[in-house]
């Protein structure tokens, strides 16, 4: 029991299978660097207060330099008795400089204020990177819209061929979802950017330890104002969950629009061999594996969302060990999301589009409500212009036609007398998606608009 920080009021020894239950330290030391910081950092706070001498204070930072280089280059030895982080680096510190001066270390802090200060630190910088990622994901769409803006495409409701729209604004529809995606994760960091350190274990620090100071230099924009809550508020951890799970979502979309367009039914696009893998029994195959993944992880980040939010329903308030239970749902989620925001990134950019395909793949009655507008224009009311319309397309099918562009003035004319020669002008996939130039539409100018607001939204 004396290997232990808290041992002293323990006689017997913890059971070898409890000790493993309640070790974090293989999946928390992935936050060395935040806990480093954070205690070098409190002891320069404790030095401010008289509580350690400029001497002491610089054998700790010294002491703990040493630490994080054993981190970083995988030298860190781990002892029986490490139970997290928290622990391990200070049993390592008292060795390194005495357990003299590191026993100070601790005045005043709990691992409570501790490990909430070192998830906020470790989530922020990660949450930094992955918006860097992020960012990249968005512009590779961007550039490619502008690249392919010519390009025509069926548009789809219910799966079912709609009307014609560019490629380049379905491109532009998920660097807008993805945009959000950045702007929220902007928010996220900025909300969850507050100190809880100085809270101590429930109650507050009874030496008057400058929690602004800690603030600061911690790089946070102000402390948590309640003690109790610094020590208990993992909303932080919900809302990022919450945030991997949404941005997991559009990506889970994502892939399965390109699924669906890479089937030999639709062949719109090809991924690069690179994002692909074949089949162990059928030579011919190559499958969207990379797609299929990033479609079937949504599943695994939300389950992480739920699994905590389970975890932390109904614990009673302040710190309680279920609490420990937020980092491996956290952790995986972050790494989940990386890699997939790099492994799309890595698709959109190198799949191939058969434009000729996607063209082919317009038909006609795509344009009958263009059909229905027209009549519109010549001061018919649209509901009347959509059975007209509608009859039109059945005339064509009736008589086995391949469009309702086959059918004959005459014809037009027997469903409704205003139609008139210039109704063929109707039949032309360019001029109806030109015709869409209000904001957010598929015309060239309105999708060159979007692509160039999204841009300014990314700082
Ligand atoms: N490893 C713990 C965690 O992740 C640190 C906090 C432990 N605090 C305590 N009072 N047992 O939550």
């Known amino acids: ?34 806990d480093i910081f954070g205690t070098k950092v409190y002891t320069a706070g404790l030095q401010k207060i008289g509580l350690l001498t400029e001497d002491e204070l610089a054998k700790i930072h010294e002491g703990l330099a040493v630490i994080e280089k054993e981190w970083e280059e995988g030298k860190f030895i781990e002892k029986d008795g490490d139970e997290d982080i928290h622990t391990a680096n200070e049993r390592r510190l008292g060795e390194i400089i005495g357990r003299d001066i590191s026993g100070k270390v601790h005045t005043g802090r709990s691992r409570n204020d501790q490990v909430a200060t070192d998830m906020r630190l470790h989530v922020r910088s990660t949450l930094n990177e992955l918006s860097t990622f992020l960012a990249t ?20 409701t219910h799966l079912q061929k709609a009307q014609p729209i560019r490629w380049a604004h379905w491109l532009s529809m998920y660097a807008t979802y993805f945009t959000e995606d950045y702007k929220r994760l902007q928010q996220i960091i900025a909300r969850l950017n507050v100190s809880p350190l100085g809270a101590g274990a429930l109650a507050g620090h009874p030496y008057g330890i400058d929690r602004e100071y800690l603030a600061a230099e911690l790089g946070f924009d102000g402390v948590i104002g309640n003690s109790l809550t610094a020590v208990s508020d993992r909303d932080f951890v919900v809302e990022t969950l919450f945030w991997s799970t949404l941005f997991m979502n559009h990506i889970s979309r994502f892939s399965e629009d390109l699924i669906i367009y890479s089937s030999g039914e639709f062949g719109f696009i090809k991924l690069a061999d690179a994002y692909s893998t074949g089949s162990s029994l059928m030579p011919q195959k190559k499958n969207p594996d990379s797609l299929e993944l990033l479609r079937g992880k949504s599943g695994r980040v939300f389950g992480s969302l739920s699994g905590f939010l389970m975890s932390i329903k109904s614990i009673p308030s302040t710190y309680n060990k279920d609490m420990q239970e937020d980092k491996e749902p956290l952790f995986d ?7 997939s925001i790099l492994i799309a990134t890595g698709v959109i950019s190198t799949l191939s589009i058969n434009a000729i395909k996607m063209r082919d793949a317009l038909t006609m009655d795509m ?50 007398e205003r139609f008139n020669e210039d109704v063929f002008e109707t039949f032309d996939f360019e001029t ?28």
């Open 1 to 34: 029991a004396e290997l232990k920080l808290w041992g002293g009021r323990f006689t017997g020894a913890t059971d070898p299978l409890m000790n493993l239950y309640n070790a974090s330290l293989p999946y928390d030391q992935k936050m060395y660097k935040s």
């Open 137 to 156: 994901l968005i512009d590779t769409i961007l550039k490619r819209a502008e690249q392919e803006i010519e390009v025509l495409m069926p548009g789809y």
């Open 333 to 339: 989620a972050l790494t989940t999301v990386e890699h």
């Open 367 to 416: 344009l009958a409500t263009d059909l229905a507008d027209y009549l519109v224009r010549k001061g018919v009311p649209f509901r009347e212009t959509h059975h007209i319309s509608g009859s039109c397309v059945k005339l064509a099918e009736d008589l086995k036609l391949s469009g309702i562009d086959q059918l004959t003035l005459e014809q037009f004319k027997g469903i409704d």
């Open 432 to 459: 109806s998606v030109e015709r869409r130039t209000a904001t957010g539409g598929t015309a060239k100018s309105a999708v060159l608009k979007q692509l160039e607001n999204l841009k300014t939204q990314l700082k």
